[in-house]
């Protein structure tokens, strides 16, 4: 026997089967009560790492990134809720039109302007260009900072009495006519310096340890040191100025935590709670530094497959301030900074002072 179906029936079959197929996608992607966090394995992103690693947060799904950008395509593509990202990224987003909320910060600084083994405080050091991690990140964006204040210092010694310009010379990063960015991945950059690629380097904890320690030199170590004295920098052996500098963008956030505007209304009890945890984190972190330094330990081998020492880890450690406070100056020089280069259409203005 031949059953026949009419247009009628086939029209109502066709609607059925879509809507049974809307529905069970509709299932398949909804929420599960699951946070899907993003972070970077970097020391300024501690927290994340002790609080995934001791067990501190609840109902997260953690992804790591290598790079802020590639975190930022998280949110962009939706597979990302909440994450830990530098300011230069979490701009960047803002002026992509990606709807951002920035909950809190976590750390500061954690920046070392890295040169040759050849460099001599007492000697002239020619810069053609500065390598940083990605074009737009955090690094980036400060080391143009960075740059234009030298520009500005060197412009203002060219204008002084010859002699006083002579004493200055000797004290100063000098940039060349030409001097430009690059973009290296921190991973590289041993080869880039020995290539002569590059002739300095702006990049985030670990990678200003790892790079002292083999033989590098890290500016905002060596000129931050207790054991350069007043007499040193009248003597012309320390540039005040750019120890001033340094210092300077060390101030700045390295990480803060943000949570897609859509997610954050929908769920926000979820969210809060995080922060919550986080910041017992935060807390867990300044109270015991050497416990947070076992977990980061274990996480990073874990997730890269390689040792760590102790004492290399508890020397970046120390080069990062944990603190919660947040300074709207800071993020409205970055997106100042990120619009002189042609980063972003528009300026964006953050109004806070403290969040």
């Known amino acids: 026997m031949i059953f026949r179906i009419g247009g009628r029936a086939l029209k109502k079959i066709f609607i059925l089967l879509l809507f049974l197929t809307l529905n069970s996608c509709a299932k398949k992607d909804s929420f599960n009560g699951v946070l899907r966090l993003g972070y970077l394995l970097n020391m300024t992103h501690a927290v994340p790492i002790v609080g995934i690693e001791g067990g ?27 994450a830990y990202i530098g300011p230069g990224p979490y701009i ?25 083994p050849e460099y001599n405080p007492e000697k002239p050091y020619h810069l053609k260009n500065i390598a940083i991690p990605q074009y737009g990140n955090t690094q980036d964006l ?24 002579e004493v200055a010379s000797n ?9 430009s960015f690059v973009a290296v991945n921190p991973a590289e950059l041993e080869t880039a310096f020995f290539i002569n690629a ?15 320690q083999k033989g590098f030199v890290d500016l905002n170590s060596l000129l931050t040191s207790k054991s350069v004295s007043i007499a040193d920098e009248l003597e012309g052996v320390v540039d005040h100025t750019l120890r001033e500098q340094l210092a300077y963008i060390n101030e700045f956030p390295a990480t803060i935590l ?4 859509d997610f954050y ?30 977990l980061i330990k274990k996480h990073l081998e874990k997730n890269t497959k390689k040792n760590f020492d102790y004492d290399f880890l508890l020397a970046s450690f120390k ?34 002072t403290r969040i």
């Open 56 to 82: 501190a947060f609840t109902n997260i799904e953690p992804h790591f990134f290598t790079a802020g950008g590639y975190l930022l395509d998280g949110f962009l593509t939706g597979n990302i809720d909440i």
């Open 319 to 352: 080069k990062v301030k944990f603190d919660d406070r947040i300074n709207g100056k800071f993020f409205n020089e970055l997106a100042r900074a990120g619009y002189k280069a042609n980063y972003y259409r528009r300026l964006t203005e953050f109004e806070v």
């Open 142 to 165: 400060l080391a143009k900072i960075l740059v234009e204040k030298i520009s500005a210092h060197n412009k203002l010694i060219d204008s002084t009495h010859k002699m006083i310009r």
């Open 258 to 261: 943000v949570v897609r505007e």
């Open 265 to 294: 209304k929908q769920h926000r009890d979820l969210v809060d709670r995080f922060v919550a945890e986080q910041n017992q984190v935060l807390e867990q972190i300044k109270i015991n530094p050497e416990g947070a330094i076992m």
């Open 198 to 212: 590059v002739d300095s380097a702006l990049v985030a904890e670990p990678w200003g340890t790892t790079l002292t």
């Open 171 to 179: 004290t100063s990063l000098q940039l060349d006519k030409n001097f």
């Open 92 to 116: 960047n987003a803002l002026n992509k039109g990606v709807e951002l909320r920035l909950l809190c910060q976590t750390a500061i600084g954690g920046n070392s302007l890295i040169v040759k």
